[in-house]
């Protein structure tokens, strides 16, 4: 195959490897987990990737145009407290559903304050969503200085035991997305971003709207990040200032290994959404593999950065031949 | 309906250089107009004032006796102008169709795009060059992988998608093949027929006499004149174009090389090169030669130079100085005493935002010593700064304040401070004033007369013409002809230049 | 666009300057006391020494270009202070040992993280957050919880404590290691090549320069000035905890910036960076005074980060 069939090839697939990836993993998976497709287990992982999957969405189409937002975990982290400080385990539901909406608009606000900085003031993505994650950090440390709170009982127990049709809440909640970004590919803005994420120059010449684009991306992922945050609290069912912490580096890595590059234009959402079930599996599998505590996280680490590496390790090889 | 459209007294700066001073261009329905000037002269600057790309400094813009500001490309789209640009405005990693119609997407209900009617709508366009591209040129196929000469293509019919009333073709011709530049032309002349208006930025002179009906000359970012083409030929717009000096001096003639080559030994030897486009190049270089290369752009004389400087992969081999050598990496070509002046002088030849001095010496640090001796450097850049010419306000000032030609000579000078054995030209008098090559010129020729092999790939002919006394064109990766003596003629040249036409010209 | 006319290491003198005074007229500020003013200058000087060192590599990588940055700094800190902690163990006699196994240790982490950036073309930022997952995992299974271990007598002499003429030691290595630090970017050969590959990589490599390795070498040299970093922190505060080093990262990215050092890479200053570090300890210490928590504290850093790079690292425009 040469270069420019490769890369016509690729450029078609960019979900190849993140396939063939899943498929190994759910093999190694099964084998320290064999009940792994029964339905309750189905649902327990799927529960607990959820945040994850919605989080690498909303990454996903910030990097396709062509930015980065390394601020998302910290906007998760904003929402979880507001919701277990907010309502509280004693809250009634309509309070409960106000918040829930009233997050969603301090999501997509936050990322409304990273997308102006770098859409319209025309800063670097990567050092100006660092800054605004610190912002948003010291925000969320600020209404919640201690672990606590939460959220009434009925929200947890929705979350974890709901199973419309048999299918985990998850299930419906992904193919929504995924019929969502599927819309959106039809649509002009699905091409304005490709465009914008491919060469932003050419892009602007031939009249597309940029900067609202870009700025939309960061919308986009902030609106996503808040429903993260959501789930994640209906999860754990309590708040922690640094609940996002690390979902910004393995929402980043999941989109890479949904076969999105970091230079944008290439990829999509639902590479990435794959990607973050891969990694929700490693993390099974970690657990499952009986590694010795203290050396769970460097394990964990390291096969992000190894997932990081491998695009391009193929690339190396395939210079060599 | 009737368009006309004038740029009156057009000013643009960028950061400290001034790209146009004093522009001036005229155009009605119906007709076409050749922008025409050397490289550097202004002639894209002023195209993307006229689409709304860039923003004038200073003059206006006058649309239909309207005066006209442009607050974006989408402004200028919606007046019915639209610009095929020399820097392709297409997105890689979008398909032909997404391409063109990108923005314009026909819409169903709900916003959905309507793919069947763009890849019906595309496939109309794409006929307007029917039979003069290969068959994996469709509507679904990504551009990247696309040819340059087809990429062009697609480039154009992107613009005469938006249907425009004026259509700004900015070197559309240059990675075309002759058939491919025929059909462009027919097709200009049936636009011209519906009343769009055209203009035709260029400096092959030949197509410009074919197709324009008048002209406009930038020079140095001022209009120098303008007309109707049957009143004037060729000379009458070189000596426009290059000022005062008529246009056979513009190039000195070979007696100032004065070549004396039998004797001397050869400096470099390759045989059968190849890369991913180069099929086997086999030719050799005597010392103290000036070797030029040829042929349209394009046909892989850059990946020749880049080769031969260790910046790519190759297989065959190379003996330099009755050595073989295999560089791996620049740095190992340039140890050996091997230079290259690349294409591009601005993204691959200079560091921009850092001072002269600095360029200058970038590939001999490490010669002087630890710590830097800054004094040693300094008096080194000042001797090669004197050597050259440069005309500079101080070896700290950035290099961006220079002129193109004064830059070129920074360029130029990093490698000469080296003493380079070899020196890899890559078209180094883009965008340089007529003065400055014409000192350059003579610095070859010195440069040579002291033994310093140079192979000169120029995208201008006269400069091949009347500098070398052998030319290897190339052609699609190969080196298509070797000229020299008596068959070093312009009409060979030319011949050799488009390849595969080569029988229809004789 | 009117150009700012004054030069961004001389403005973050004159902050540093107005920080100062400002936190003099606080309610327990040194007001017109000038004895306690000069101690709390010297401390704060003392304090800026760390952060100075970390922002050191930080200066170094940002000015490498190609969205050049270390984000795994704070982490190797950690690791370095512990492996210091542990190697001296209270005797003077192995403070050498420690702080060349603290560089080195360092060296290799930034040599991991060169080689992903380099070869295998993961975005720095990418790989250096991975990479900071990775030493922190390092950090764990180091430390099991708790380490045994000490600084000797002379570390906490050397750094911590005032060494001549009541200038503390730190002070005095930071001057010397200033000075090496101008050598290193403005008198040798990697430093001109540096500020090359910076402004430029094609230009950088058409005209000799070997990017691949001085991106190796970057990084490398980056995560050494970490470990000296880590060695440094340790003998300053006497014992090691496992957040040792993380509240370093954010203010020597910041600090940097403060500089004037082009966050896009190709142009900078060490001296540009040790005003930073000093306007970003003052600012830190500021807060303390003023008994903000550290939620107040992240938020202010947060936006002072912003505030400056809406002023120095605006893009080009699309429209030109």
């Known amino acids: ?321 | ?506 | 666009m009117k150009r700012i006319t004054i030069s961004p290491p001389v403005a973050a003198v004159l902050l540093a300057i107005i920080l100062f005074a400002l936190s003099g007229l606080l309610p327990n500020g040194f007001g017109s006391n000038m004895l306690v003013a000069r101690a709390q200058a010297v401390n704060i000087l003392r304090l800026s020494v760390f952060l100075g060192v970390i922002a050191a590599g930080q200066t170094l990588v940002i000015i490498s270009g190609s969205e050049g940055i270390d984000l795994s700094a704070g982490a190797v800190v950690t690791l370095t202070a512990i492996v210091t902690y542990v190697l001296v163990n209270g005797n003077d006699g192995r403070v050498l040992p420690a702080l060349f196994a603290a560089i080195l240790v360092g060296a290799a982490i930034g040599l991991v993280n060169g080689t992903g950036i380099s070869f295998l073309k993961i975005s720095p930022l990418v790989m250096t957050l991975g990479m900071s997952g990775v030493v922190t995992g390092m950090i764990l299974i180091v430390q099991h919880g708790n380490v045994s271990g000490a600084v000797s007598p002379i570390m906490t002499k050397v750094i911590a404590r005032p060494l001549i003429f009541g200038i503390p030691g730190a002070i005095i290595i930071w001057v010397f290691f200033a000075g090496l630090m101008w050598l290193l970017m403005e008198r040798t050969a990697f430093g001109k090549n540096l500020f090359a590959i910076g402004t430029n990589r094609v230009t950088a490599r058409l005209s000799g320069v070997n990017v691949t390795a001085m991106v190796l070498a970057t990084y490398a040299l980056a995560g050494a000035l970490s470990g000296l970093g880590g060695f440094l922190a340790v003998g300053n505060t006497g014992v090691v905890f496992i957040n040792i080093g993380n509240p370093f990262l954010f203010p020597s990215i910041a600090a940097v910036a403060v500089g004037g050092t082009l966050l896009s890479g190709g142009k900078g200053s060490y001296w540009g960076t040790m005003a930073g570090a000093i306007v970003l300890t003052l600012l830190t210490s500021l807060l303390t005074t003023m008994q903000m928590p550290d939620s107040v504290r992240s938020m202010v850093l947060g936006a002072t980060l912003l505030i400056l790079i809406s002023i120095y690292g605006r893009q080009q425009a699309l429209r030109q």
């Open chain 2, 1 to 506: 309906m009737a368009l006309s459209l004038s740029a009156r007294n057009v000013v643009k700066r960028y950061g400290g250089v001034t790209a146009l001073s004093n522009a001036n261009l005229d155009v009605n329905a119906g007709e076409v107009v050749a922008l025409i000037g050397a490289n550097g002269s202004g002639k894209s600057t002023l195209s993307k004032i006229i689409n709304g790309v860039v923003v004038l400094d200073g003059g206006q813009l006058l649309l239909d006796g309207q005066f006209m500001e442009f607050s974006s490309p989408q402004a200028a789209k919606n007046l019915g102008i639209s610009t095929v640009f020399q820097e392709l405005s297409l997105i890689p990693q979008m398909t032909v169709a997404e391409n063109i119609w990108l923005a314009r997407e026909p819409l169903k209900r709900g916003g959905v795009i309507d793919r069947k009617m763009i890849r019906e709508k595309s496939d109309a366009l794409l006929n307007l060059f029917a039979g003069t591209y290969k068959s994996s040129l469709h509507p679904d196929v990504t551009v990247t992988s696309l040819p340059p000469d087809e990429k062009q293509i697609v480039e154009i019919l992107k613009a005469v998608s938006f249907d425009p009333r004026l259509l700004i073709l900015d070197e559309a011709t240059a990675s075309l093949d002759s058939r491919q530049v025929e059909r462009l032309f027919e097709l200009v002349k049936r636009w011209k027929q519906e009343g769009k208006a055209i203009v035709f930025v260029s400096h092959r002179m030949e197509e410009i006499f074919r197709i324009a009906d008048r002209y406009s000359v930038l020079k140095n970012g001022v209009t120098v004149g303008t007309g109707a083409m049957k009143d004037v030929n060729t000379k009458d717009i070189v000596s426009l174009m290059v000022g005062e000096e008529s246009a056979e001096n513009a190039v000195e003639r070979k007696k100032a090389v004065a070549q004396n080559l039998s004797g001397s030994s050869v400096e470099l030897d390759v045989n059968e090169l190849r890369t991913d486009f180069l099929k086997g190049l086999t030719f050799q270089l005597h010392k103290g030669e000036l070797l030029g290369i040829g042929g349209l752009k394009g046909q892989g004389q850059r990946d020749l130079l880049l080769a031969l400087f260790g910046d790519l992969k190759y297989t065959g081999s190379i003996n330099f100085s009755g050595e073989l050598v295999h560089f791996k990496n620049t740095r190992q070509a340039m140890n050996k005493g091997v230079a290259l002046v690349p294409g591009e002088r601005a993204k691959e030849g200079l560091l921009f935002i850092r001072s002269i001095l600095e360029n200058l010496l970038l590939p001999s640090w490490g010669e002087y010593g630890f710590p830097t001796r800054m004094r040693k450097a300094r008096e080194s850049a000042n001797r090669i700064g004197s050597t050259l010419n440069l005309k500079m306000a101080g070896l700290d000032e950035p290099v961006t304040g220079l002129s193109g030609g004064n830059a070129q000579k920074v360029v130029i000078g990093k490698w000469l401070l080296r003493n380079p054995r070899l020196l890899l030209l890559d078209d180094p008098t883009k965008g340089v004033d007529v003065g400055t090559k014409a000192e350059f010129y003579r610095l070859l020729a010195r440069l040579c007369a002291d033994g310093l092999s140079v192979l000169f790939y120029s995208s201008d002919d006269e400069e091949l013409l009347g500098l070398c006394d052998r030319v290897l064109v190339m052609h699609d990766g190969n080196i298509r002809q070797e000229l020299f003596g008596e068959t070093l003629t312009k009409s060979n040249l030319v011949a050799a230049s488009l390849g595969a036409s080569r029988e229809s010209m004789q």
């Open chain 1, 1 to 321: 195959m040469n270069k420019h069939q490769w890369q016509t090839f690729t450029l078609h697939n960019p979900y190849l490897f993140s396939l063939l990836l899943l498929v190994i993993i759910t093999l190694v998976n099964l084998f320290v987990q064999p009940d792994m497709f029964h339905r309750d287990t189905i649902n327990n992982n799927m529960r607990v990737f959820l945040p994850l999957i919605l989080l690498a969405a909303g990454e996903a189409v910030v990097i396709l145009g062509g930015g980065i937002d390394i601020s998302v975990g910290s906007i998760v982290s904003i929402v979880n407290v507001i919701l277990a400080t907010q309502v509280g385990l004693q809250g009634n539901p309509q309070k409960m559903y106000l918040m829930m909406g009233f997050v969603l608009l301090v999501g997509m606000a936050a990322g409304a304050i990273n997308g102006f900085f770098v859409a319209y003031m025309r800063l670097q993505p990567i050092i100006t969503t660092y800054a605004t994650s610190f912002l948003y950090a010291g925000l969320a440390l600020f209404i919640l200085p201690n672990p606590g709170g939460g959220i009434p009982q009925s929200f947890s127990s929705f979350y974890r035991d709901t199973t419309p049709l048999g299918l985990p809440l998850a299930f419906f909640i992904i193919a929504l997305i995924l019929l969502a970004w599927g819309f959106v590919q039809q649509t002009r803005y699905g091409r304005y971003l490709s465009a914008v994420g491919g060469k932003a120059d050419a892009a602007y010449e031939t009249a597309v709207p940029v900067s609202a684009i870009q700025f939309s991306t960061y919308v986009a992922a902030g609106l996503m990040a808040a429903l993260s945050g959501i789930a994640v609290t209906m999860l754990v069912s309590s708040g922690n200032s640094t609940t996002g912490d690390q979902l910004t580096l393995s929402s980043i890595t999941a989109v890479v290994i949904g076969g999105t590059t970091l230079s944008g234009g290439v990829g999509g959402v639902a590479g990435a959404m794959i990607g973050a079930v891969i990694l929700g599996l490693i993390k099974n599998i970690i657990s499952f593999a009986n590694i010795d505590t203290w050396w769970q996280t460097f394990v964990n680490a390291a096969i992000i950065v190894v997932a990081l590496a491998a695009p391009g390790v193929i690339n190396l090889f395939r210079r060599k031949r």
